[in-house]
T-cell receptor
Framework: DGGITQSPKYLFRKEGQNVTLSCEQN?????MYWYRQDPGQGLRLIYY???????QKGDIAEGYSVSREKKESFPLTVTSAQKNPTAFYLC????????????FGPGTRLLVL | QKEVEQNSGPLSVPEGAIASLNCTYS??????FFWYRQYSGKSPELIMS????GDKEDGRFTAQLNKASQYVSLLIRDSQPSDSATYLC???????????FGQGTTLQVKP
């Protein structure tokens, strides 16, 4: 089955801790994206990557970091600098073109202990 | 700052009625628009994409685009309780590959 997987489904972070969210796709898409969704809100772009070894900041990149070492993988690290990390995190992928649809993974819900 | 605006709702319609969801966007040169459906606690799934002025129909769903008025809408005919969800409008921001999302409209279809 082709698709996007995210893990874990739920993640708990302690104060001062960095945590990493996994995103993997087997759709052979060039572009990958990370979004954050807060309750009752739309999606806000954190980071995106058009090709391997290259990525760009989105609208709310502060307190987050990413890497893109493989086409299939785009992990997101929520650092201790992100003071309000509780949210639903969504990974998406697409063919790189403004006309192309983005497909979403199932999401990771991050909670602070 | 490019923006997409949606009425957060909730929009409540009786089963079998037509639900009309609306969206306005700020970028005059935007070329592509997407409607996603999101059930509570789940990730968004694509319903429709539309690139040209006019209507595009797919089953019970019709997307409408008016570039002169910078307005996109989604009509759901014969609404069903299973259509109850949040509907997100997205602007395929021109020449960047990024999507700009509205805050979503919550639809409630009452049996």
């Amino acid at each position: 089955d082709g698709g996007i997987t995210q893990s874990p489904k739920y993640l708990f972070r302690k104060e001062g801790q960095n945590v990493t969210l996994s995103c993997e796709q087997n759709l052979n898409h060039d572009a990958m994206y990370w979004y954050r969704q807060d309750p009752g809100q739309g999606l806000r772009l954190i980071y995106y990557s058009q090709i391997v070894n290259d990525f760009q900041k989105g609208d709310i990149a502060e307190g987050y970091s990413v890497s893109r070492e493989k086409k299939e993988s785009f992990p997101l690290t929520v650092t201790s600098a992100q003071k309000n990390p509780t949210a639903f995190y969504l990974c998406a992928s697409s063919i790189w073109d403004s006309q192309e649809t983005q497909y979403f993974g199932p999401g990771t819900r991050l909670l602070v202990l | 700052q490019k923006e997409v605006e949606q009425n957060s709702g909730p929009l409540s319609v009786p089963e079998g009625a037509i639900a009309s969801l609306n969206c306005t966007y700020s970028d005059r040169v935007s070329q592509s628009f997407f409607w996603y459906r999101q059930y509570s606690g789940k990730s968004p799934e694509l319903i429709m994409s539309i690139y040209s002025n006019g209507d595009k129909e797919d089953g019970r769903f019709t997307a409408q685009l008016n570039k002169a008025s910078q307005y996109v809408s989604l009509l759901i005919r014969d609404s069903q309780p299973s259509d109850s969800a949040t509907y997100l409008c997205a602007d395929g921001s021109s020449n960047t590959g990024k999507l700009i999302f509205g805050q979503g409209t919550t639809l409630q279809v009452k049996p």
